[in-house]
């Protein structure tokens, strides 16, 4: 049966590789002065628990949507396949990382922790040692998920301490999900949580998982300063481009650069053409993004300026701009500045030539908060 299991999953693998070689050169987004910008997915699984791939096509997918740093997150309390894969934690990294070392990509040890009560599932992030996460809170874990009828706290806990002996950065998954909400607990940072976070346990949050947005896990990120992710969570393969991106502001494109990022709090989220994260690093991508050039221009004795602003990122801006002088055609200043494309605006009566000029912006798509958009400003030169 394991080697009938193995042949399908190689066969599975020769029939979609093609596919996965085709995209090689996305970026998402520039880099901002001081980092690189890095493009990432930190929750991701294979046979090796309960996804239903085999982990170099996790890699592979990765390189095809241009992502520099993942994360494959086997559930540490749950085994899939127990029939048919010998149980080895480590060996899915281990096929991991030789594909991920081909491509140039950073892969990140991880682990879930997954019980159905609090703290619920939280990744593991920089392990160094998967066999080292007990999980005493489990009855049976071999092609079921059977949890103690009387769970000890200590045992809850137990694998978070094991986190904490490695050194490794614990972010909350996916909070709110349906089947496991109490009626009563409408936030969903429990006591357990609150113990975790004081113990420095606890560091960041999933705002994003799959392509859902959750509102009460940003809220989450804002109130307890947690490092916000956007994450795949996929078991089956993945769609092109159809992830979530953790978008890291790192020093280097490094595991210690990777790592030190996250422990400080810099990173955002894309997903579903939307920026989500705080004012300084999504103000800093989005100015990032533009290109700007300048011209004037005589229309019939009236001077006008005409701006011209290249998009290189991804992404499409909603964007709504303000000028002080008459901003002509767009009603309400409301235009896209649409990815890889140059979008053109004109002032009008400008009697006499600033230095500089400002533009204020509302970007409708980047999220600065659960009840706020980016609100910024651009200084262009006048030449």
């Not at 046979?47 to 997150?73: K, M, Y």
């Not at 085994?79 to 010998?86: L, N, Q, S, V």
């Not at 579903?272 to 300048?294: E, Q």
Request: net charge negative; charged share 25%; aromatic share 10%.
């Amino acid at each position: 049966m394991k080697m009938q299991l193995i042949t399908l999953t190689c066969l599975v693998l020769c029939a979609v590789t093609p596919i996965y070689a085709q995209k090689t050169d996305a970026r998402w987004f520039p880099d901002i002065p001081g980092y690189k910008t890095l493009a990432g997915d930190f929750h991701m699984h294979t046979v090796f628990s309960d996804g239903h791939v085999w982990p170099t096509l996790r890699v592979q997918e990765a390189a095809r949507d241009g992502l520099d740093v993942i994360a494959i997150t086997e559930h540490t309390d749950y085994e899939g396949y127990a029939d048919d894969i010998e149980r080895n934690r480590e060996r899915g990294y281990e096929i991991a990382l030789e594909e991920a070392e081909k491509r140039g990509i950073l892969l990140i040890k991880g682990v879930e922790i997954s019980p159905r009560v609090a703290p619920y599932h939280n990744n593991v992030l920089f392990a160094t040692d998967l066999d080292a996460f007990p999980y005493g809170y489990m009855k049976d874990s071999q092609g079921t998920f059977i949890m103690k009828d009387n769970i000890k706290e200590s045992e809850l806990l137990a694998p978070f301490e094991a986190a904490e002996k490695q050194g490794a950065f614990v972010l909350y998954n996916h909070p709110s999900y349906g089947w496991w909400v109490p009626s009563d607990d409408r936030e969903l940072f429990t006591d357990i949580h609150q113990n975790l976070l004081e113990r420095g346990l606890l560091g960041g949050v999933e705002v994003v998982n799959g392509g859902r947005y959750n509102v009460i896990a940003h809220r989450m990120a804002m109130k307890y300063d947690l490092t916000m992710f956007g994450n795949s969570d996929a078991h089956w393969g993945l769609p092109e481009n159809s992830r979530p991106i953790t978008i890291v502001l790192a020093k280097d494109k490094t595991q210690e650069g990777v790592r030190e990022a996250i422990f400080n709090r810099r990173t955002a989220v894309y997903s579903n053409n939307m920026l989500i994260g705080r004012t300084p690093h999504v103000d800093a991508l989005f100015k990032a993004s533009l290109d700007i050039t300048t011209k004037k221009i005589d229309a019939k004795n009236r001077p006008q300026l005409e701006i011209s602003i290249y998009n290189k990122s991804d992404m499409d801006f909603d964007v709504n701009f303000k000028t002080d002088f008459i901003l002509d055609v767009l009603p309400l200043g409301k235009t896209i500045l649409k990815s890889k494309e140059t979008t053109t605006l004109i002032l009008d009566a400008v009697w006499e030539y600033p230095e500089t000029t400002t533009l204020k912006v509302e970007v409708q798509n980047i999220v600065v908060s659960p009840e706020e958009h980016l609100k910024t400003e651009l200084i262009v030169p006048v030449r």
